[in-house]
């Protein structure tokens, strides 16, 4: 099969584009995430996705409607997560850790007591960024301008308080809402996510771009940008082959990027030990 | 004009319970450089939160640059420099004028965006501390002494009426410490800025500081250097070795 072939079908052009543009907002947010030693808050909201997809096949809420409806759950969860850390005198990973179990086990709860929605279940655990409709991608698009000009607008605070949230907030940064800001917009890219890389994968698209990049880049800036484009290039790989290959497409978008992660590792480690 | 830089009246703070700072009172005027000095959890660092609103004091009043903490937003006026990064990454991929930089976000309105006139101080200020040649270093693969010296870059880019410091040359070699004192000693002569300096590094207080505040959970001594150096209480802080040491330079 050739490019052109591949790319005349309607499932193809939509999952190319809807992949793209969830690869740049998992690639930028993975940046800020990993360097605050966060990675694993996508990890968290991916089962309290679980949960809320659970309860959303639950009510019978299918597509577009789905998305809707698990939206406002996961952005909960997200504050949740925030205020367990901040009121509970309970530390960040511990706060992720117990917001993710009680997403796992109300999706498991639901799916043993309703019945008959397992398969449902299980595609959304592993992804299929090739049955995306247009509405899906609409959608998509609309979450992607509204959390790239989230981070465009908060860019420098989350800068500075990922480099030193004590030296942030004695510039007079509040530091609590760039925080909030932060997860917010996290939780609207795993939504998103979920339908590429599927639940369990969507910690790898917020990390994996992030470390390659972070291996190779030479500034703040530099690194946003090469995260962005390594997710671009990993996901429209990823797509591409395991469709021509008859691979599922999540997994493969994954060891693509861990792949990307071996280069530019090597490439960092050469290039300082010649 | 009010000439007072800081003015904390009857102040207590503590952690969980335990009072580490007990009804303190003092004022510092515009210009000073003030070295606060006292034993370990004596207060010096509680003080310097409260000073930068990092921690909310138990009670009392505390004015900065003339403005009451409650209703301050002159953040650009502070310069603050810590002993080191909270949890410094040496892989953070940050250049040291990015980090400069962020020094100017404290004068900035929401959407912060930066401009020429950023650009400008960001340059102005390396090329006063000598640093332009490393401006696209990553900050991690700097030494300990540059590292701090960007740092102070950082603090120093909106030129602050009031620089607050905490221990900030504690992993330095005698030789940098110098030079970084002297730094700091000429940008309070020269711009006038106030400074708030804590160490336990006496020498130094007695070096460059024209006042001394010593706590130890209250204020036990504050007062002019001069002051300090004939006190009775001199001894007994430091002993006849530590006073000859302290006040070399009287």
Same mark, same amino acid.
């Given at each position: ?220 800036? %530099? ?28 997994? %493969? ?15 960092? %480690? ?5 | ?14 952690? =969980? ?19 606060? /000095? ?30 009451? #903490? ?5 953040? =650009? ?5 810590? #002993? ?48 332009? =040649? ?13 590292? #701090? ?61 024209? =006042? ?16 300090? /150096? ?12 530590? #006073? ?7």
């Amino acid at each position: 099969m050739n490019l052109n072939e591949m790319l005349s079908y309607g499932f193809m052009q939509r999952a190319l584009i809807g992949g793209s543009l969830i690869a740049i907002l998992c690639s930028v947010l993975g940046v800020f995430l990993v360097l605050r030693r966060l990675s694993l808050i996508g990890d968290g909201l991916a089962h309290v996705t679980f949960g809320s997809v659970a309860l959303a096949l639950f009510f019978r809420l299918h597509s577009v409607y789905m998305t809707l409806s698990i939206i406002p759950v996961v952005l909960a969860s997200a504050l949740g997560i925030l205020k367990l850390a901040q009121k509970a005198r309970i530390y960040g990973d511990a706060a992720i850790g117990m917001v993710s179990a009680i997403g796992i086990a109300t999706g498991v709860l639901l799916a043993s007591v309703a019945g008959g929605f397992n398969v449902d279940l299980f595609s959304y655990l592993f992804g299929n960024i090739l049955s995306i409709s247009s509405s899906e991608l609409a959608i998509a698009a609309a979450l992607f301008v509204i959390v790239i000009a989230g981070v465009v607008m908060f860019y420098n605070e989350l800068f500075a308080s990922t480099f030193d949230e004590e030296l942030a907030k004695s510039s007079g940064l509040d530091t609590d809402r760039i925080n909030m800001v932060l997860v917010l917009l996290t939780a609207l890219t795993v939504v998103l996510a979920m339908k590429v890389v599927g639940i369990m994968l969507i910690s790898a698209l917020l990390i994996l771009p992030a470390v390659s990049a972070l291996q190779i880049a030479k500034g703040f800036k %530099t690194a946003i940008v090469s995260a962005a484009a390594i997710g671009v290039v990993t996901v429209i790989c990823g797509i591409s082959f395991s469709f021509v290959m008859n691979l599922p497409t999540g997994a %493969t978008i994954v060891l693509i990027n861990f792949a990307v992660f071996l280069c530019a590792f090597a490439a960092r %480690t050469l290039l300082r030990h010649p | 004009m009010n000439d007072k830089a800081l003015s904390v009246r009857n102040l207590c703070a503590g952690y =969980h319970g335990s009072e580490v700072l007990q009804d303190i009172s003092f004022s510092v005027n515009a210009g000073d450089y003030v070295g606060i /000095c006292g034993p370990n959890g004596s207060g010096k660092s509680t003080l310097i939160k409260i000073i930068l609103q990092l921690l909310a004091p138990t009670s009392g009043e505390v004015s900065v640059l003339g403005t009451p #903490q409650a209703s301050f937003r002159d953040w =650009h006026r502070i310069g603050y420099l810590p #002993q080191g990064l909270q949890f410094f990454n040496p892989h953070f991929p940050a250049t040291v004028d990015e980090v400069i930089r962020l020094g100017r976000l404290s004068a900035k309105k929401f959407p912060k965006r930066f401009n020429r006139d950023d650009a400008f101080a960001v340059d102005r200020t390396m090329e006063w501390m000598g640093i332009s =040649h490393i401006r696209g270093a990553m900050i991690g693969e700097l030494s300990g002494g540059l590292r #701090q010296r960007v740092l102070l870059a950082r603090a120093l880019v909106n030129d602050p009426a009031l620089l607050v410091m905490d221990e900030p040359t504690t992993a330095l070699d005698p030789e940098t410490r110098e030079s970084f004192y002297k730094l700091i000693f000429e940008m309070n002569r020269e711009k006038q800025c106030t400074v708030l300096l804590v160490t336990h590094d006496t020498a130094t207080i007695g070096k460059y500081a024209s =006042h001394l505040l010593y706590l130890d959970k209250k204020v036990v001594f504050y007062g002019s250097f001069d002051d300090f /150096c004939n006190s009775a209480e001199m001894t007994g802080f430091f002993g006849e070795h530590g #006073q000859h040491l302290v006040c070399h330079r009287h």
